[in-house]
DNA sequence: CTAAAGTTTGACACTGGTGTCAATGTCAAG
DNA sequence: CTTGACATTGACACCAGTGTCAAACTTTAG
């Protein structure tokens, strides 16, 4: 599919989907005209890597982190060393902003609740799951 | 506590928390000199805000959000019901954040886990409570 | 009293993520 | 062939969050 289709299915603009290829976080390969084509995958890749901006990782991490997801899905032993020490900084990082996100979710709810505003809250059902 | 006290207990920049105030998400108290004063109850706000900055919420949601939660504690009953909405909005915002991060979290311990680096999972407790 | 440390406001500047526009190229439909 | 939709690259620009520096004042320590 070209980036047209892709930014349809994804909700992230041609300008956002080019950008992370810039940065990296995503690879195109491109048919004889010059128009990047992509397949199912990256549209889940691309989903996960908006997220993640969205959420307050840097691209830089962002790429670190989806790479070592990939590496560990291929069961590579590619352990070097210090990689893992940066992911297991960063993983202390992603926490925190997971508790502090969630402690808001949980206010935002028991607002919504203590104000017979219920009714709002059943768009959001979903998992979130255990630490 | 003047502002540097309070800098040091938070681990947020002086610069960081007159911005802050200057968007509204804080408010201090003058001392006769015009030096800024807090509260304990400061420490743990300026904690608060500056997480859910660096969780990529925008400052104008973070006050909507927090300024909820205040009103909630002292239970009045203010329920705007449009701003009832917006923060139903945001609370499916919110939670894609959450699972977004959830995931890359538990991607990386996975990731450490497999390459024999639990050693480093030691510092990653912590709550993180159910849906 | 003086020097050092902390505070105030205000300005300048940078970075990262995005929007938007321009100029050009490609392709499919009429 | 022409038109219109979609791609390409590159530039300009904006906003939000921060760092940093300057000039002036206050407070604390010696």
Sequence with gaps: MK???L???TGVTTRL???YEQQDLLEADRAPNGYRTYTESHVER???VAGLVQAGIPTRL???LLDAELAAARDEPTCPREVAEQLA???VGVQA???CLTRSRDSIRSFLK???NEVLLREAAEPALTS
Tied chains: 1, 2.
């Design 3 to 5: 980036i047209g289709e």
């Design 7 to 9: 930014a349809a299915r």
């Design 17 to 19: 989907i080019r950008y």
């Design 46 to 48: 691309v989903s996960r």
């Design 62 to 64: 962002v790429k670190v």
């Design 89 to 91: 900084t960063e993983l």
């Design 97 to 99: 902003r997971i508790d």
């Design 114 to 116: 203590a104000t017979q």
